[in-house]
């Protein structure tokens, strides 16, 4: 952020294509609620985001509820940070066509998410996919964001918005007029994998429903699937290092330590020695107590919509109010006659 000179301001988005998991919570939601305590905080659903690749109207729709029903189950409070819909929102799309025009096609062509979800056949994948990344840094400097809480995954997208903000200060000569957002990945859960493959991090678009913990599951069903979580037949080891090698044990143990907020170590401490059959249902019976209420709030405001409506709406407004004035800005420095 060198050198820029504005407010301190949090903002993150999570895409509104599927239902919310475990891994979502830990990496990005838990993060959102605790940075709103000492930051202004802007949190929407890139529904935007979701589209560059199909997404069934009706589905759509309805799972941007759901995002913003986990959002406040979780403790977002709605009433101090900005939860809104990306589409809503106007300034987000009229910006990334300028940043379309800033960032280069040799740094969207390293994006290792476009590899990953374009997969083979990258003829077929939308321009929105590729293109991708840009929206991503118009979502965080429409604000002038500063601080991007997210999943270690989201690291290179948030390299390029700040490659995008440098080169537009250095281009236009306005130094400084775009903070260089910082992410904020540390921290226990940052990269939850899939109970049925740990190589493969927990997706919202995993083919096995037992790979990943939804918020909305029920607690016996939390259960059954941390029972049937894939794992090696040796018993847990007593030092961090006699992890390696074992990416579902390791994963496990990561779980267990994030969300008691005890050290993997500490974890070790307690378990080394024993065997899967004790530590699973020691995970499950600590998964529910944490994401269980969850659960049970989020079906409570699903059943309101209306009142996430009048939410997002509200949130929409709020975030417009801030963004318009830097849109409008940067189009004068780019020389649009208004
Ligand atoms: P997505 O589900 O890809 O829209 O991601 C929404 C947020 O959750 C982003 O901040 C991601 O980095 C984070 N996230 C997604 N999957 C995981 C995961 N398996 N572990 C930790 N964080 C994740
Ligand atoms: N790309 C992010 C993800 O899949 C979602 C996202 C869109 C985002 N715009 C953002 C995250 C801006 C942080 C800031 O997780």
Not at 5 to 16: H, N
Not at 102 to 115: E, H, I, P
Not at 177 to 190: D, K
Not at 249 to 273: P, T
Request: overall charge negative.
């Amino acid at each position: 952020m060198t050198g820029y000179k504005g407010p301190e301001r949090v903002l993150s988005g999570i895409q509104t294509s599927g239902d919310m998991h475990l891994g979502n919570y830990l990496g990005a939601i838990r993060k959102f609620v605790d940075l709103q305590q000492k930051h202004d905080c802007l949190y929407f659903l890139a529904d935007m985001h979701a589209i560059t690749v199909w997404q069934e109207p009706a589905k759509l729709r309805e799972q941007t509820f759901h995002i913003a029903a986990c959002f406040i189950a979780a403790g977002v409070d709605a009433s101090h940070s900005i939860i809104f819909n990306q589409s809503a929102v106007h300034a987000h799309a009229e910006l990334a066509w300028i940043f379309n025009c800033v960032a280069r096609l040799g740094w969207l062509d390293r994006m290792t998410q476009f590899k990953d979800k374009a997969g083979k056949d990258k003829e077929r994948a939308s321009v929105g996919l590729y293109t991708y990344p840009v929206l991503q840094a118009a979502d965080i400097l429409v604000y002038k964001a500063t601080h991007v809480p997210v999943g270690e995954d989201q690291k290179q997208h948030l390299e390029l918005s700040r490659d995008i903000a440098g080169k537009f200060n250095h281009d236009y000569k306005v130094e400084d007029f775009f903070p260089l957002p910082e992410p904020l990945i540390q921290g226990p859960g940052a990269r939850i994998m899939s109970l049925r493959d740990g190589t493969k991090k927990m997706s919202k678009s995993d083919s096995s429903e037992n790979a990943s913990i939804f918020l909305r599951d029920e607690p016996d069903v939390i259960a059954k699937k941390i029972k049937k979580a894939t794992t090696d037949p040796e018993p847990l080891p007593s030092e961090m290092a006699g992890l390696e090698g074992r990416a579902e044990a390791k994963n496990l143990v990561g779980i267990y330590s994030a969300l008691s907020g005890k050290s993997d170590q500490e974890v070790l401490g307690e378990f080394g020695g024993k065997g899967f059959g004790v530590f699973k249902p020691a995970l499950a019976d600590l998964v529910v107590e944490k994401v269980g209420p969850i659960g049970a709030e989020l079906r409570r405001l699903e059943a309101d919509p209306g009142h996430l409506e009048s939410i997002l709406r509200d949130g929409a407004a709020r975030a417009s109010a801030i963004a318009d004035p830097v849109v409008a800005e940067t189009k004068k420095i780019v020389g649009f006659v208004d």
